[in-house]
């Protein structure tokens, strides 16, 4: 029998499918981890010759494919054989677009110990990691979850390697001499942006540990260090960069008056005239909204941040005193603030 995605089942039906998510966040989990998506190839396979391949039994991997392929995630041929479709491409670590570590990260054990506690988050508005763990959320990833720190750092690369070619394709920086990377990460969003304009300078802003893994571009050797110069430290201090633009990119998530913080920061070493391009998830009028308020839902239970509306994005801007000269969609799930620091 084929197995195809249903189309809109009646509330009742809605409503259980819903309050199993979690099975499907699981099978979505164990085909990334048993490594599916990358044994199979273009070819319609037995599920024998993949099990064979990823080293499980046959009739459990048939069973978890099946759940799967109800969602489009892989499909289920008449002859019993196992195809790949466009989602299921998206787990093979070899894919250009490949999402195989962000549906790990999203479903890694901290989640599962997480999200039990939504209502007791939604009734104090605080995370849940202190009282789960004792320390804070990325303490506790880097001391105490090594296997999870290391995934959501390859996830942050991934995500952050795809968005950088949608944020270097919508800026124009012409006229611009230098741009700075507040919170920039390991540099992506910089050296997509020297690559698009070669007389431009680049500066990365991150804490140390994190500048430390800073794409090998960037540093000395790399093609692109003459242009390129990384400051670690923490932006909530100072901001020591002098630049004509400054990128602020998924790093307002936080508590507001790190928020605030960081905004006088970035105006004060800016100045009057420097462009301030803030780009975040939006949890409304975007296309990808049950994404947004997942993450934002997510960002509750671990840090007791936030995603943005674009009210509460456009208030906080404006309260730091930037002036917004436009709002723009970089990619289905991220939107462009494009501010100035008055004269
Ligand atoms: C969600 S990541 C976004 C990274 C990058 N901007 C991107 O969009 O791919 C948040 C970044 O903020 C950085 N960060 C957190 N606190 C910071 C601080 N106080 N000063 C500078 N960077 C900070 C983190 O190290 C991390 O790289």
Not at 83 to 89: G, P, Q
Request: glycine share 8%; proline share 7%; hydrophobic share 40%.
């Amino acid at each position: 029998m084929t197995t195809t995605a249903p189309s809109a089942p009646p509330p009742s039906m809605r409503l259980r499918e819903l309050v199993f998510g979690a099975a499907c966040a699981a099978a979505v989990r164990a085909a990334a981890r048993l490594g599916v998506a990358d044994a199979l190839g273009e070819a319609p396979t037995t599920v024998e010759d993949l099990a064979a391949a990823v080293k499980t039994e046959p009739k459990p991997l048939r069973r978890l494919l099946r759940a799967l392929s109800c969602y489009g995630v892989f499909t289920e041929r008449p002859d019993g054989t196992i195809a790949h479709t466009d989602m299921s491409r998206l787990l093979r670590e070899d894919d250009p677009h490949s999402l195989r570590y962000i549906s790990l990260w999203c479903t890694e054990p901290w989640t599962w110990d997480a999200w039990p506690k939504l209502d007791e988050a939604v009734r104090t508005g605080r995370n849940v990691v202190q009282d789960l763990y004792g320390k804070e959320f990325f303490t506790y990833l880097n001391e105490d979850a090594p296997e999870s720190a290391d995934v959501f750092n390859r996830a942050m690369t991934t995500s952050s390697e795809q968005s950088a070619r949608d944020v270097a394709a919508l800026l124009d920086l012409s006229g611009a001499a230098s741009v700075a990377d507040i919170g920039g990460g390991q540099g992506h969003v910089v050296a997509s942006l020297l690559d698009k304009y070669p007389s431009m300078h680049g500066s990365l802003l991150d804490l140390p540990r994190v500048v430390e893994n800073a794409v090998p571009r960037l540093r000395p050797g790399g093609d692109l260090a003459g242009r390129a110069r990384i400051v670690p430290g923490d932006a909530r201090v100072s901001v020591p960069v002098k630049a004509d633009v400054y990128v602020i990119k998924n790093i307002l998530e936080w508590d507001d008056e790190s928020t605030a913080q960081l905004l006088r920061n970035v105006i004060e070493a800016g100045g009057p005239g420097a462009r301030v391009v803030v780009i975040e998830n939006l949890v409304d009028d975007t296309p990808s909204m049950r994404f947004s308020t997942a993450m934002d839902l997510l960002l509750l239970l671990n840090v007791g941040g936030a995603k943005h509306t674009t009210d509460s994005m456009t208030g906080r801007l404006t309260a730091a005193g930037l002036s917004i000269d436009g709002i723009a969609p970089v990619n289905p799930y991220l939107h462009a603030f494009d501010c100035h620091v008055p004269g």
